[in-house]
T-cell receptor, first 114, second 112 residues
């Protein structure tokens, strides 16, 4: 059964620092991987979607990479800001024939201090 | 603006009562999902639907029911059979069954 792990569970950094959030998954047979942001008491906001055939995706200060063979993805945040403080979740989608619902990690809660 | 609307945002229920959470999307998405989020547990899938009049159970479907009579709507009923219903409920949708997933703002249910 596919499992998704995010380490660390919490991270605190000073403003301006570049940082990397990690996501690992046990079964390399995935259809795609998606990164989300969640603010307290709110729904999830999609940040980046990486298809299984892609190595990385970029959006502004965010860059997500995917290494399917090793079961890992990273989310790189450049020049962090206090507004980046939130919980970041990654989720993998199993192959089409295995069902289509995303499987989520428990998230990394990021705190950026000014 | 296109999006996913969940209502109510907060809901209180007495034990033994059924409650229905609404989820409406105007994104013209085919697939819709219900997740439950508990502190320290991550998101767990309750039900999902890929097309109208069809839906599948997720990992924790016991005590819940859904319907998909219209493409835009996917209501979730939390029945009295659900042993621990207090949680944050999230509805999501995607254009196709393997597309990018988008979420609503969530509904927080508290059982008194």
């Amino acid at each position: 059964k596919q499992e998704v792990t995010q380490i660390p569970a919490a991270l605190s950094v000073p403003e301006g620092e570049n940082l990397v959030l990690n996501c690992s998954f046990t079964d390399s047979a995935i259809y795609n991987l998606q990164w989300f942001r969640q603010d307290p008491g709110k729904g999830l906001t999609s940040l980046l979607l990486i298809q299984s055939s892609q190595r990385e995706q970029t959006s502004g200060r965010l860059n997500a990479s995917l290494d399917k063979s090793s079961g890992r993805s990273t989310l790189y945040i450049a020049a962090s800001q206090p507004g980046d403080s939130a919980t970041y979740l990654c989720a993998v989608r199993p192959p089409r024939q295995a069902g289509t619902a995303l499987i989520f990690g428990k998230g990394t809660t990021l705190s950026v201090s000014s | 603006d296109g999006g996913i609307t969940q209502s109510p945002k907060y809901l209180f229920r007495k034990e033994g009562q059924n409650v229905t959470l609404s989820c409406e999307q105007n994104l013209n998405h085919d697939a819709m999902y219900w997740y439950r989020q508990d502190p320290g547990q991550g998101l767990r899938l309750i039900y999902y639907s890929q097309i109208v009049n069809d839906f599948q159970k997720g990992d924790i479907a016991e005590g819940y029911s859904v319907s998909r009579e219209k493409k835009e709507s996917f209501p979730l009923t939390v029945t009295s059979a659900q042993k621990n219903p207090t949680a944050f409920y999230l509805c999501a949708s995607s254009r196709v069954e393997v597309g990018e997933l988008f979420f609503g703002e969530g509904s927080r249910l508290t059982v008194l």
